[in-house]
């Protein structure tokens, strides 16, 4: 059990468990919330960044971390979308594409799953910089909240770039899925 727990398996893990802390900090009325959701959210953005850095570096990849991270990805991400959105902080529409995306692609994976076969992939480039945006958003957003900066038109520009990259990336997606499922011979039993 303890070669599964390798530290980026424990940062992964630290995110997850910092998903319900941001939920309530976001939610909560006492003073100063908005600086300790800032502080919240930040730490687990950063266990993402060095997870996957510590991951490649030294060797550690797993298949418990492949699964994991992505799952507190979605979850981190959700949950701050959402409520942000809930609270006004974030457009509903941008959550509404972020969400959309996440869901659209699992079905996509899952389809692919029962209907094809196993799934091996790993997260694309245009992935990567729709993750790298949409935990970067937040951050811009909370400090808003918290700090008064970055001004609306910073938000603003941020969410339609956030926007572009989740469409691009969700198409990205469906094409790679439909491409494989095509090449992908059919077996008549």
């Known amino acids: 059990m303890t070669r599964h727990l390798t530290l980026p398996n424990q940062l992964t893990i630290l995110r997850l468990l910092l998903v319900p802390v941001i939920g309530y900090t976001l939610s909560a009325s006492w003073a100063y919330h908005d600086q300790v959701s800032v502080a919240v959210y930040g730490a687990a953005a950063a266990t993402d960044t060095l997870d996957g850095r510590i991951a490649r570096s030294r060797n550690m990849v797993s298949e418990l971390g492949k699964f994991l991270d992505p799952l507190a990805d979605k979850l981190l991400l959700v ?35 029962l209907l094809i076969g196993p799934l091996r992939g790993r997260p694309t480039l245009s992935s990567k910089i729709n993750t790298a945006m949409q935990l970067l958003f937040p951050v811009a957003m909370l400090a808003k909240a918290a700090l008064n900066f970055p001004p609306h038109e910073v938000l603003d520009a ?26 992908t011979p059919v077996s008549r039993s």
């Open 79 to 113: 949950t701050v979308f959402v409520e942000c959105a809930w609270l006004g902080l974030a457009p509903w529409w941008l959550t509404s594409a972020v969400v959309a995306r996440d869901v659209l692609i699992a079905l996509g994976a899952l389809a692919y799953r």
């Open 158 to 183: 941020l969410a339609i770039l956030v926007f572009i990259t989740t469409v691009f990336s969700g198409l990205n997606y469906m094409a790679i899925f439909t491409r494989r499922a095509w090449a």
